[in-house]
């Protein structure tokens, strides 16, 4: 069974800062590409970083030089740390493990977990 845990969600105040977890199990961990998404109430799921099987990274532009995305592979972890905080940062925030393979998907999501800015 897949299952991918988010945790360090919580409140904080505007120019700080909050740390993202998410543990995977029952998956080929190091071959999976992984994603952090969020949702904000009224507005469409948004990506926000990725991270590739090999490390690359890619990050929207409204988080560029404040997020960093990284993944452990050996405790099946990948991490968003996210800086300098703005209330439109405000969303509920899913871990996301995708997978293409031979025109077969694998796509899987965590619960969510909310993340408020707010002084």
């Known amino acids: 069974q897949v299952q991918l845990v988010e945790s360090g969600g919580g409140l904080v105040q505007p120019g700080g800062s909050l740390g993202l977890s998410c543990a995977a199990s029952?998956?080929?961990?190091?071959?999976?590409?992984l994603n952090w998404y969020r949702q904000a109430p009224g507005k469409q799921r948004e990506l926000v970083a990725a991270?590739?099987?090999?490390?690359?990274?890619n990050y929207a532009d409204s988080v560029k030089g404040r997020f960093t995305i990284s993944r452990d592979n050996i405790k099946k972890m990948v991490y968003l740390q996210m800086n300098s905080l703005k209330p439109e940062d405000t969303a509920v925030y899913y871990c996301?493990?995708?997978?293409?393979?031979?025109?077969?998907?694998?796509?899987?999501w965590g619960q969510g977990t909310q993340v408020t800015v707010s002084s």
């Open positions: 991270i590739t099987s090999g490390g690359s990274t």
């Open positions: 029952g998956i080929i961990f190091s071959i999976f590409g």
């Open positions: 996301n493990a995708y997978r293409q393979r031979l025109g077969a998907e694998l796509d899987y």
